[in-house]
Structure formats: C-alpha cells, structure tokens
C-alpha cells in the first residue's frame, strides 16, 4: 500500500529565505507525482505535476524533483514572501489516477 | 483552466439529517470523479472514485450506505452523507478527470459540520 510522508510538518521561516519541503512515497510505481498548495479552510491549488520520467519541474520560484527510484521528491521555494504561507500537499498517482496525499508541510512566512 | 464547482461551500446539520454535497465541471466533461475527506491538520484521504453511469467504488473502510455516491452524468457527481453524525463531521473535498486526461481538478471544500 502506498504511503506518502512529508516532512517537515510545519515550518516558520523569515522573509525571503529559500527553503525546501520533503516529500518521501514507499511505492515507485507511479504515474506522477504533484505538489498541491491548501490555503485554510479552501480547496486545492496545483502548483506542479512531474512524470514519472521527468526528474524535476519549475514555475516561477517553484521548482520541484523526483527521484522515483528512492522515492523522495522536493519543493524548492526561493525567496519566501508571506503570501507563499499555506499547506503544501505532495500527491503521488497510481496508474488508475488516484491521488495518494501526504499530510502536508505548513508553511508560515514572516514578514 | 477546466473549473469543478463544488456546493454548498459550508453546512451545519442537526444529527440524524442527510446532507448531499454537488460537484460539477462547468467547463469539460469529467468521465471519473473522486471524493475525499480531510480531517483538521491532517490529509485528504480518498473515500471512493465514480465513474459516469456505474456504481462508485469505495476505498477500505468507507461505508458505502453511509456515503452514498452519485454519477448520473458527465458533469455532475453528488455525496450524500445519510443519517449524519457529529463524527462525520469533516471537510469533503471532490476532485474530476479530464476524459482522456490525467490532471485532476478540484472543487473547493464542503466543511460538513454536523451538532
């Protein structure tokens, strides 16, 4: 059974520090891997998909890696603002498209 | 970008009522429709996929005659969550597939608060 950790559960950081979030899965067959933001009480945002055959994916300040075969992704946020604070969601698909979701990293970034 | 609307945004029930909960894609025809449930500080733990026209399929542990799901058409999915109890309790959240298509789109949170 797939399990997805993701760690740290929580992070408080100063404005502008650059920063990365862990995301480990116990099952490397997957079809994808993708980083979702949660604001409080809201739905989810997508913020990137990364195949399986792709090794990372950048948007903006954004860039996160795969490493499929030790089971463990990142997300790289450069130069934090306070807007960016928010639950980060890892989620790995399985070949039937269901998504398998961590617990989330919370993010709080001071001004 | 596809849009999944997702209503009511919030309900408050007294126990023992049954609450359904819409999801639809406005803008694509979605042929697979997940639900999941989040907890307070915890995940999204997937409680069932539903397919166009067939019956849900649930996930270990999920009651089926709890969570009553419905896919009656290529845009619209409902929850119902029968006979509620303050346990139930939860933010519900569905999720739809692009025909074809692997990116998931998801709606934007039922919190089901039941007394």
């Known amino acids: 059974k797939q399990e997805v950790t993701q760690i740290p559960a929580a992070l408080s950081v100063p404005e502008g520090e650059n920063l990365v979030l862990n995301c480990s899965f116990t099952?490397?067959?997957?079809?994808?891997l993708q980083w979702f933001r949660q604001d409080p009480g809201k739905g989810l945002t997508s913020l990137l998909l990364?195949?399986?055959?792709?090794r990372e994916q950048t948007s903006g300040r954004l860039n996160a890696s795969l490493d499929k075969s030790s089971g463990r992704s990142t997300l790289y946020i450069a130069a934090s603002q306070p807007g960016d604070s928010a639950t980060y969601l890892c989620?790995?698909?399985?070949?039937?498209?269901?998504?398998?979701f961590g617990s989330g990293t919370r993010l709080l970034v001071r001004p | 970008g596809a849009v999944v609307s997702q209503h009511p945004s919030r309900v408050i029930c007294k126990s023992g009522t049954s609450v359904k909960i819409e999801c639809r894609s406005l803008d694509f025809q979605a042929t697979t429709m997940f639900w999941y449930r989040q907890f307070p500080k915890k995940s999204l733990m997937l409680m069932a996929t539903s397919n166009e026209g067939s019956k849900a399929t649930y996930e270990q542990g999920v009651e089926k005659d709890k969570f009553l799901i419905n896919h009656a058409s290529l845009t619209l999915s409902t929850l119902t969550v029968t006979s509620a109890h303050p346990e139930d309790s939860s933010f519900y959240i569905c999720?739809?597939?692009?025909?074809?298509?692997?990116?998931?789109?998801f709606g934007s949170g039922t919190q089901l608060s039941v007394l």
């Open positions: 989620a790995v698909m399985d070949s039937s498209y269901k998504l398998i």
């Open positions: 999720s739809a597939r692009v025909q074809a298509g692997e990116k998931l789109f």
């Open positions: 990364i195949q399986s055959s792709q």
């Open positions: 099952d490397s067959a997957i079809y994808n």
